[in-house]
């Protein structure tokens, strides 16, 4: 079972749509694919239909309860499996403030299931708190969804000398980086042209460091804006599902090929 | 002196760039403006050049070490002061847990300075937790920036039915929802037409309720997506000194003017 995490601390650029639709891209290639949702807004659940009441079994009780994670697991494809999260745990953060472990209570609860997936895929919500460092604990690898304004750059150098360095250093001595992707991308702006060199020069400068990046790069393949990635969630399903034909889906098929390969293609 | 919260769980809507934006605009017109940054991402100071390196002090000593807020607070230009964040901020959630009182810190500390402010404007991090509640504690109104996609208004309907109207019924029944600014708006798409009818209705349904938006709006001027709102912050500036004649400045400008009337324009 192969783990990546989808993580980024500042907010809305797209790794709720990068895990679904990456995951609906490698189900469709054979993979089978569960997708974690570990943002308390839910909305891993709610692009793909899954609504979960509150009290209902979510990834909040498998953290703080120990529920078992089958319990919590709901089907939303072929080989599309998720574990749905929603409010209830937005009081994880406080609640596992003191509990023994607390970063290590996901990757410990995912091997319940191991054998039963391919790929499991974290999608985090944006902040750099004990939920998204429970994602770099349980994950062998991070990708890190990126839309190329100002702040990526500042954002991006903390969240990988600061958060994934330690995880790596204290905890997950095989966290590795695998790249960024450019979301929400307008290649023909300058602004986005001065940020993507940015942080290609950042990861060009850590090449044969001994840090969890030496090896990440920012893929060809971009995500361009396309309304039809945002229609998508409103109908409950992968872009893929939704709109086979836009740039959307091609874009999202392409970069699940460039990221895991050939096998990851319709 | 008045205080607005500028709130939104869902990232990247916005709320900087509008808490920075109409903060110069009303600045522009005479009033004495203090922004709050409650983000421990610390980027409303970025986007004005303010940036703070760890240990120096922020808000985040103003509420875990009862610092004088006046010594957090940074010139940011004429009639416009910045109280600044940075990461140390992250780690507030958690201290203060199980602080007396931990909801009405902002509050209690913004009366310092009340004598030197026409506006507060509050921005708020991507979440409900105690940051944003302080903020909720501390204004009297709130402004909700909004960008017209899927989770707009499953999102809109948690934090008022959930957050305002527990803090307004708990801890500060002055509290006001003023309205809905709509950013990065695409007014052709038929996405955010849907999505814009229905907050309205959601609003429109609450006329006369006894809650705290039973007067709010959806501003008939919308923030368009526009390159130079982006760039702005690369240059440290807000719009309106960095591209006075773009359609960003003309939106925040005219903004201003119908949130908060006539004297706020330039
Ligand atoms: N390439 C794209 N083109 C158009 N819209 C997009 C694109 N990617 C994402 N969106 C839309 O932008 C919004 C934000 O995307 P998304 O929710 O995936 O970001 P996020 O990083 O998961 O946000 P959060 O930090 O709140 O978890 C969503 O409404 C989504 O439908
Ligand atoms: N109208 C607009 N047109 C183009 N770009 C915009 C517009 N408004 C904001 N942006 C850009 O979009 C990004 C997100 O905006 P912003 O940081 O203001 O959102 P936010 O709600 O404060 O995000 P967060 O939830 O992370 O605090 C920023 O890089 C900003 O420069
Ligand atoms: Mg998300
Ligand atoms: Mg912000």
């Known amino acids: 079972m192969r783990s990546v995490a989808i993580i980024n601390q500042k907010g809305g650029v797209g790794k709720t749509t990068t895990t679904v639709n990456l995951g609906a891209a490698l189900a469709r290639s054979g993979s089978r694919v569960l997708l974690v949702d570990l943002d308390p807004q839910g909305h891993l659940g709610l692009h793909l239909g899954v609504d979960v009441p509150e009290g209902e079994p979510t990834i909040y009780d498998v ?81 890190i969804p990126l839309q190329a304004q100002f702040f990526a750059l500042q954002g991006f150098s903390k969240l990988l000398d600061k958060t994934v360095r330690l995880v790596r250093q204290r905890i997950n001595p095989a966290l590795e980086v695998l790249g960024v992707i450019l979301c929400m991308h307008e290649k023909q702006t300058r602004l986005s042209g001065e940020v993507v060199e940015d942080i290609r020069g950042f990861l060009e400068a850590s090449r044969g460091e001994p840090v969890a990046w030496a090896n990440a790069k920012v893929y060809d393949i971009c995500v361009r804006r396309n309304v039809k990635l945002a229609e998508a969630t409103s109908f409950g399903q992968s872009v893929l599902d939704y709109a086979p034909k836009s740039n959307g889906a091609q874009d999202y098929l392409d970069l699940a090929v460039e990221i895991f390969g050939a096998g990851a293609s319709s």
């Open 63 to 143: 953290l703080t309860d120990e529920l078992p994670l089958r319990q919590a697991i709901v089907s939303a494809g072929d080989r599309l499996d998720v574990l749905p999260s929603n409010i209830d745990l937005a009081a994880a953060e406080s609640e596992l403030v003191s509990v023994l472990g607390r970063e290590v209570l996901l990757r410990d609860a995912l091997e319940q299931v191991a054998s039963g997936y391919d790929m499991v895929l974290i999608d985090c919500p944006p902040s750099l708190g004990v939920l998204t460092i429970n994602a770099l604990v349980a994950a062998s690898e991070v990708l």
